[in-house]
């Protein structure tokens, strides 16, 4: 009895890893064999995704890619090369209207920061992006940033109280136009782990 529940396990366990029961498929339009690619960020409607994309880690870039429906595959494909900055950058986060882009960036064996940018058309690039001014600071990492649909909460992972581990903190704000005000602890949390399973939908509860 035993054996045969061991073996219905492995067998479920093994057509979860292989995709069958997802139907995983490779977004090939977007695949580069000389690139790695990581951190997608896809938009509610899933008609826009951005990733991440390097052969160089000292030349990482987003990509920017849409399509008309969902069943189409992704075209229009663009890079967002940003000159200022360069080394490691990740966990890109999109407004709704796609003129503002959060990430964070490191330089090579360096402290992360949080970056922000933004651009007035989503047919042109995005401006230059910034270190976020009231968060930002010295040899303190700052990771995975992650907003509220409204843009004035944002949620993030740092060491700057805990310099052996990570903790949430969130920082909010009046308007998009105002810069974020120093965050605070997120108490109630106490794993850097949890951020990582919020959606969008899901910030509510943790104002």
Same mark, same amino acid.
């Given at each position: ?18 995709? #069958? ?46 399509? #008309? ?13 940003? !000159? ?79 310099? !052996? ?43």
């Amino acid at each position: 009895m035993k054996s045969f529940f061991f073996t219905i396990v492995f067998l479920t366990l093994s057509l979860f890893c292989s995709g #069958a029961i997802y139907n995983l498929t490779e977004i090939t339009e977007l695949s580069d064999p000389n690139l790695v690619e990581s951190h997608p960020y896809i938009m509610d409607d899933e008609l826009t995704i951005y990733c991440l994309c390097w052969s160089d880690p000292n030349l990482m870039y987003f990509v920017e890619a849409s399509r #008309a429906t969902k069943s189409d595959p992704f075209s229009n494909i663009t890079k967002a090369p940003f !000159t200022n900055v360069n080394g490691i950058l990740g966990y890109p986060w999109v407004s709704e209207d796609k003129l503002r882009l959060y990430f964070h960036h490191a330089s090579l064996y360096e402290s992360y920061d949080l970056m922000e940018t933004s651009r007035t058309l989503t047919t042109i690039p995005f401006n230059p992006p910034v270190k976020m001014p009231n968060i930002s600071q010295e040899h303190i990492t700052d990771q995975r940033p992650r907003l509220a649909n409204n843009e004035l909460t944002i949620y993030f992972q740092s060491n700057r109280d805990y310099p !052996t581990s990570s903790r949430i903190y969130r920082s909010t704000r009046l308007d998009i136009n105002s810069d974020f005000p120093p965050p605070v602890l997120v108490s109630e949390i106490t794993s850097e782990y949890l951020l990582l399973d919020i959606t969008n939908d899901d910030w509510e509860q943790y104002k």
